[in-house]
């Protein structure tokens, strides 16, 4: 994961993208138990106008020039499928602006909090996503105050109440 982590750094440092994030399953082993995952989801925020289609085209490209190979919508780092997704609403984009850098492997890398995963989880709502829910909610350490803030502000506070009266 370093060289991906460096790979986008690169990005970011280039202007391509304005903040990368990682987050999915892949963020949960930071808070919780390691959850079966297949690839690694890094969410990104592009410096692009709201009227222009969006283009994954130039990272895909600068991913290529530095070796990995592309399969569908995934990077293919050594074995390691990896999946760019863009920021594809305000919490999700709120989110990777608030990540937090966290060490991994002699790097760091940012991640999303786990109030924010823990709110995506739930405007998701699948069933994986509720036992994410689950998951952060009996084994992260959250900041109440700050995921309350986040739910109300996303309109997800009732969804929150009603799944944690059933856990």
């Keep these: 994961m370093n060289a991906v982590?460096?790979?986008f750094r690169e990005l970011q440092a280039q202007g391509v993208i304005r903040a990368f994030a990682l987050g999915g399953a892949s963020a949960l082993v930071f808070y919780t138990e390691p959850v079966l995952t297949?690839?690694?989801?890094?969410?990104?925020?592009?410096?692009a106008p709201p009227d222009k289609p969006v283009s994954l085209q130039p990272i895909y490209?600068?991913?290529t020039r530095h070796g990995y190979s592309i399969s569908g919508e995934q990077v293919l780092v050594g074995?390691?499928?990896?999946?760019?997704l863009v920021a594809y609403n305000p919490l999700v984009e709120e989110a990777v602006q608030n990540a937090i850098e966290l060490p991994f492997n002699g790097e760091t890398v940012p991640v999303l909090t786990p109030e924010y995963l823990l709110a995506i989880a739930l405007q998701t709502n699948r069933h994986k996503d509720r036992e994410r829910v689950r998951l952060l909610w009996q084994q992260a350490s959250?900041?109440?105050a700050k995921l309350v803030d986040i739910l109300t502000r996303h309109e997800l506070l009732e969804r929150w109440n009603h799944l944690k009266s059933q856990m």
């Design 38 to 47: 297949y690839d690694l989801d890094f969410f990104i925020i592009l410096d």
């Design 61 to 63: 490209e600068h991913f």
């Design 79 to 84: 074995d390691a499928p990896v999946q760019v």
């Design 142 to 144: 959250l900041d109440e």
């Design 5 to 7: 982590i460096r790979t």
